[in-house]
């Protein structure tokens, strides 16, 4: 099912969303401003802000605070990946050159940091004092995720669990933050805002595992990155580890990190997770956090937007990007 379906209840207040992204390039600099409106208009799903949006449906669904929330979560969503790219020294996201490519690294860090309390300003607006703690928490724990990450680049000596820690940090913290968010704002039920937190923590998971599984059996166009990005930054993703687990002594994945003719490792890495049952390996655990994720919807109010997080718990494990 594609998203605009799945989106349909929230159409209308997901393209006030869009309204409010697109305000924040209205800055008086205009180098600023190019920056801004180029690192917001390159698209993407926006699953964050549906999710915050869809999280608030259940109960009071006061659109002046599930608004800015929702364009703080898009917000942090876009500041993290101007500094990942920079980071990574990726020149390619969304099938458009990234910042720093185009204007340096240095204006990229900046510019990400100006996201950043952008998105912070929003998270005030809702005047809640656990959402703004909460968004607080939620970019300390995407910074851990990613010092954790830079701190065990090319370091074969990392486990599953240090894994599932690290993805927990850069991607399910984000959905988590969406969802706890809406429940929150719209008034739910201790219980509902636990359902609602628990469902953006596992579909995060679950997310995250897609997007490493992508990494080797995507396309380039579809990704609108290069395939095996993650092994050239030396990440080790779940079908990587699999890899390792399968074939313990010669592995093109210990070669790579052991700084042995990198494109060819790379290159022999992904035919040989394409050519094994590791994909189906992975996405069976992906489909088992999507599980997860909606095991309690049944206990929430039967409307629209619960069908709709069943819907997207299904688009997940299901997209080709």
Not at 118 to 136: H, S, Y
Not at 306 to 321: D, F, G, I, P, T
């Amino acid at each position: 099912m594609p998203l605009s379906t799945i989106y349909q209840s929230i159409q209308e207040d997901l393209v006030k969303v869009e309204d409010e992204l697109r305000s924040v390039s209205e800055v008086d600099f205009s180098w600023l401003a190019k920056l801004l409106g180029y690192s917001l208009k390159g698209g993407g799903k926006r699953i964050r802000p549906a999710l915050t949006l869809l999280a608030g449906k259940f109960y009071n669904y006061n659109l002046s605070c599930l608004l800015p929330m929702a364009t703080a979560v898009e917000l942090l969503h876009t500041a993290t990946l101007v500094h990942d790219d920079a980071i990574d020294k990726s020149l390619v996201r969304r099938g458009r050159p990234t910042i720093n490519r185009l204007w340096g690294e240095d204006k990229a860090v900046l510019l990400g940091d100006y996201l950043f309390a952008k998105a912070g300003e929003f998270a005030a607006d809702t005047q809640n004092l656990r959402v703004i703690k909460l968004f607080g928490q939620t970019l300390m724990a995407i910074s851990s995720g990613e010092l954790n990450q830079s701190f065990s680049a090319f370091n074969l000596e990392q486990t599953r669990q240090h894994y599932f820690q690290r993805i927990s940090s850069k991607t399910a913290s984000l959905f988590s933050l969406a969802t706890d968010s809406g429940a929150i704002l719209s008034q739910a039920p201790e219980e509902s805002v636990e359902i609602l937190k628990g469902y953006g923590y596992n579909l995060g998971i679950a997310f995250q595992i897609v997007d490493d599984i992508l990494d080797f059996i995507g396309t380039e166009k579809e990704m609108g990155k290069p395939i095996g990005s993650d092994l050239a930054q030396g990440t080790l993703t779940l079908p990587a580890m699999l890899l390792m687990e399968r074939y313990p002594d010669d592995n093109p994945v210990k070669r790579l990190f052991h700084n042995e003719e990198k494109p060819k490792n790379i290159e022999l890495a992904i035919e040989l997770v394409r050519d094994s049952s590791i994909v189906q390996d992975c996405y069976r655990v992906a489909s088992d956090y999507c599980s997860k994720a909606c095991h309690n919807l049944n206990l929430l109010p039967d409307n629209a937007s619960r069908q709709a997080l069943m819907e997207l718990a299904n688009y997940v494990v299901s997209r080709k990007r």
